[in-house]
DNA sequence: TTTCATAATGAATAAATATTCGGTTTTTCT
DNA sequence: AGAAAAACCGAATATTTATTCATTATGAAA
């Protein structure tokens, strides 16, 4: 019996890799898989995954993954090298780093794919952050602590 | 009794404007507009329409219209390569692109000279779009996507 | 106009998906 | 460790959505 993590790893390649159209469908692949679960449960996985059914320009339903979902992981409170501060601004978040960081910790940032960020651009030592409507400054700030921690190492 | 060309065009600008949850809902609306009709026939016309139920960051349901269903200008169907989605955030707009292809596409946006677009700025695989004050999202979205069909040839 | 084909639609139903409920396990906090 | 809280999950169910079936409208061709 695996674990949870091992199976919404799994449920993502599945839906990316291949045209699932259904729950059923998509369970069967699991259980061939070795995975035990019922259907309610997937729905909840896909829910977490945000992913859903859409349609195809041929009018086929299918399970798509969206780009912004990634596995989760836990924290503690380093901070990234380079990285000055962090503010707000309405509903923007801007980064100030050291001269010529900005490029770099930015795209560490785009590249983490939080859903919590919508975007962001750089200049020099600037980062200007777009957030997704719907999250708090305190959301922002973890998802952004976080990203930095992770690429520390 | 409208029609049902009004319709599907009522059906789309209502998923636009609004955030609709189900198809009931939707449905209600739609009566109070005029519009007879049965979920029946709803669920077919939002399949025409390529419309479907996604969820939100925030884990809300929500029915969205795809970008390519737009009714463009030119009806070509084809969405500009490198471009992977639009979504707002407060007053700004952010495209999100295939790496590298942010610069390109904005300033194709940038010298579109529409005016409902008062000016990008581009990252690696970010655009964030500044509209003019007074324009709906709605109109930011078709003049993007009759920019992006338009330079597509 | 009549005929034939096609599209549109609603009622009913099937199919698919989300959620509630209760029990269990896991995590967190002291 | 032990209590409290939170996460997890299946069974059953509620809800939502797609489709089938039958009927009526629409339109094109003879």
Redesign the interface.
């Known amino acids: 019996m695996k674990n949870k993590t091992d199976r919404i790893k799994f449920i993502r390649q599945v839906c990316l890799e291949n045209n699932v159209s259904s729950q059923e469908e998509l369970l069967s692949i699991l259980k061939e898989n070795g995975f035990n679960l019922t259907q309610a449960t997937l729905s909840r996985d896909l829910?977490r995954l945000?992913?859903?059914?859409?349609?195809t320009?041929q009018?086929l339903y299918r399970y798509v993954v969206?780009?912004?979902t990634f596995p989760a992981s836990h924290s503690s409170e380093v901070k990234k090298i380079g990285v000055n501060s962090l503010e707000f601004s309405?509903?923007?978040a801007v980064i100030k780093t050291k001269s010529g960081y900005a490029?770099g910790i930015?795209?560490e940032i785009?590249s983490s794919s939080t859903?919590?960020i919508?975007?962001?651009?750089?200049g020099d030592d600037t980062i200007?952050i777009?957030?997704?409507?719907?999250?708090s400054r305190e959301e922002i700030t973890k998802s952004l602590t976080k990203i930095l921690e992770e690429s520390e190492h």
């Open positions: 829910k945000k992913i859903s059914k859409t349609l320009p009018g969206p780009l912004s309405g509903h923007l490029g930015a795209s785009d859903s919590a919508l975007g962001t651009v750089a200007i777009v957030p997704r409507e719907g999250f």
